[in-house]
């Protein structure tokens, strides 16, 4: 894949939309392109998060520890980003995730991930809003959880 084509397929994720393409360009060129193969770990939970990751292409599970074993909460694909909790707020991955399928990423740094925040505040503005959707959803699965365990 040229930087070209890195190029376009960053500009569709709603995270860099707003985004001129020459900076776009110094993302792609600063972040390194990685391939996993179908259950290969991205990351595992409870490590130190030191890079996001956009998807590009493929499929991956989010799964989370629980006292009754692994859990998968979510599946993502292209367009999404895993990962920028763990670099936004200093913990521990919250969660593993694992390819599905093959799966091509973007892993950005935490440097460099904070450094187009930093400077683009639309990018800044666009993962509160993913952000915020993330919680709304967890937010309503855990109700549901809740009045399944009540009746």
């Not at 895993?82 to 707020?89: F, N, R, S, T």
């Not at 904070?114 to 993330?134: D, H, K, N, S």
């Amino acid at each position: 894949m040229s930087l070209k084509e890195e190029v376009e397929i960053l500009r569709q994720i709603p995270l860099f939309a707003k985004i001129e393409p020459s900076k776009i360009k110094l993302l792609a060129f600063t972040s390194e392109r990685l391939t996993f193969q179908p259950g290969d770990f991205l990351c595992k939970q409870g490590d130190i998060g030191d890079a996001a990751y956009f998807i590009m292409a493929g499929e991956a599970d989010v799964i989370v520890d629980t006292p009754s074993g692994p859990l998968t909460v979510a599946t993502l694909g292209k367009n999404d980003v895993v990962g920028e909790i763990a670099i936004l707020i200093d913990i521990p991955r919250t969660a593993t995730i694992q390819a599905a399928t093959e799966l091509t990423t973007l892993r950005i740094t935490k440097d460099v991930f904070f450094r187009m925040v930093t400077e683009f505040p639309e990018m800044a503005v666009e993962l509160m809003r993913v952000l915020a959707e993330r919680l709304v959803r967890t937010t309503e699965e855990l109700q549901k959880a809740k009045e399944e365990n009540h009746s």
